[in-house]
């Protein structure tokens, strides 16, 4: 067990008083460093705020200038274009729905992302952010085995590849770590990372190869077409 | 530069700006808590906080796209009624008779792109570098509600052109809205439309939403997002 405080000190007197910082279960952000070096925010940080806007703002005029935004024929509601797309940010939405039901694909999964995301802090376990194997090995092991047997025989069933695939690389690197004897690189690595962290990152590469595939490999009738055959 | 030394010291100057040049530390922290607009910094930051790599600047550049997009769209409104088949030839118009128009379109429309995405990376550098704990927690959440928005504002706005890809890129979302069950999704869908198919009603409704609406809700919240941020310790 870690001890609760730490006393903290700085070796310029005037600048720092000596000062003592209870930290519960270190816990909070904000204290990492005893006393960090400061400097003036102006001209520091808003010289970099400022050149940041402006290449920016250099970026998106040179954008406008060579590429023109789509606009097509007036709406028509006789005519519906097939394949009819979402903008690009809902089709991931849209490619699950290809798999799923209106009511899975369309409102239950999405809720449930947006919840997840809004709980993250409101989580011990998320707060605290210790690797995923540091404690009560055997049960995570079986926990996450039998979890991911269910997601995995669920996306089987509905034949939703694109998310089975991602689903059982990161499980597979999930485990590494618990059959790898390895301390150093990049085991070691995989080793300290927290359960918030494999969620996280598993849920962003399946937001970006749905949409991805949603983008570019999504033909008529929602058929798989290749890039180079058109993007529709 | 005599002339400037003078007008800097003239009483014209000084009524706007209180504070000498920010030749010492002290008129530099008074540049800051003197400024309106950047007395959100705090007068000094740690070092480390202004390394470029340390937050890639994705909350300020965010908000740097929703400044663009809000001058962009304040003249975009000037060319534009959101009537059919006004509307349509609103963007021909803009295409090919405004000065300029097509450029003032691609910028709106390439920025609003860029700000889904931005906010989206500024979420998972957030998520990565642990950022959301305590005392944190809440505005996390006003970051997700703003994500929300930002989605929400980049599709109403995909209608207002009024061609193929918006009337079918909106007819496709309000359809997954439908799925609502409990005959929620119907009476959302006919709220957010006006009726039971994108039409007129569902144009002015999206205008509305689009350029007043959601950029006040989304205004307000990223005023209460970064003092947040300054009074937990940020920048």
């Known amino acids: 067990m870690d001890k609760d405080f730490k006393v903290e000190e700085s070796v310029d007197v005037k600048k720092v008083p000596k000062r003592i910082a209870f930290i519960k279960g270190r816990t909070a952000a904000r204290v990492k460093k005893a006393d960090d070096e400061m400097v003036m925010t ?8 400022i050149i940041a806007f402006e290449i920016m703002v250099i970026v998106l005029a040179i954008v406008s200038l060579l590429v023109d935004a789509p606009l097509e024929w007036i709406a028509n509601p006789e005519h519906t274009p097939n394949p009819a797309k979402a903008p690009w940010y809902f089709l991931g939405l849209q490619e699950l729905l290809h798999y799923f039901p209106p009511v899975v694909g369309g409102v239950i999964l999405p809720a449930l992302a947006v919840i997840a995301l809004i709980v993250i802090p409101y989580f011990r376990i998320n707060i605290k952010r210790e690797g995923l194997w540091k404690e009560h090995r055997k049960q995570t092991f079986l926990v996450l085995i039998i979890v991911m047997a269910m997601v995995s025989f669920i996306l089987l069933m509905f034949k939703v590849y694109a998310m089975l ?35 996280m990152t598993w849920f962003v590469i399946i937001v970006v190869i749905l949409t991805a595939i949603g983008t570019m490999f999504r033909g008529p009738e929602w058929s798989w077409t290749w890039p180079w055959e058109g993007i529709y | 530069m005599k002339m400037f030394e003078q007008f800097f010291q003239s ?26 607009f950047l007395h959100v910094h705090p007068t000094k930051v740690r070092k480390r906080s202004v390394r470029f790599t340390y937050t890639w600047g ?34 021909k118009d803009l295409q090919f008779v405004v000065s300029s128009g097509q450029f003032l379109r691609n910028m709106h429309r390439w920025a609003a792109h860029a700000m889904v995405a931005v906010v989206f990376f500024h979420m998972l550098r957030v998520f990565y570098t642990g950022s959301y704990r305590p005392p944190k927690e809440f505005n996390w959440l006003i970051g997700v509600i703003l994500l929300v928005l930002t989605i929400l504002l980049s599709y109403t706005g995909y209608l207002l052109p009024w061609d193929q890809l918006s009337f079918w890129g909106i007819s496709v979302v309000t359809n997954m809205v439908r799925a609502i069950p409990f005959g929620l999704g119907e009476k959302i869908s006919f709220l957010l439309l006006g009726g039971n198919i994108v039409g007129e009603n569902a144009l002015v409704r999206f205008y509305v939403l689009h350029c007043f609406i959601i950029p006040v809700v989304a205004t307000v919240l990223m005023g209460i997002h970064f003092w947040r941020v300054r009074k937990d310790g940020g920048v």
């Open chain 1, 165 to 199: 695939i991602p689903t059982l690389i990161v499980t597979a690197c999930m485990l590494i770590p618990y059959f790898s004897k390895k301390e150093v690189g990049f085991v070691s690595w995989l080793d300290t990372r927290p359960l918030s962290w494999w969620i």
């Open chain 2, 11 to 36: 009483q014209v100057w000084r009524s706007m700006f209180r504070h000498g040049l920010p030749e010492s530390d002290r008129t530099r922290a008074e540049t800051i808590f003197y400024n309106f």
């Open chain 2, 58 to 91: 994705l909350g300020g550049l965010s908000f740097g796209l929703f400044i663009v997009l809000t001058v962009t769209g304040a003249l975009l409104m000037l060319y534009y009624r959101p009537s059919v088949p006004q509307a349509y030839t609103d963007m």
């Open chain 1, 42 to 49: 102006f001209p520091n940080l808003v010289i970099i705020e």
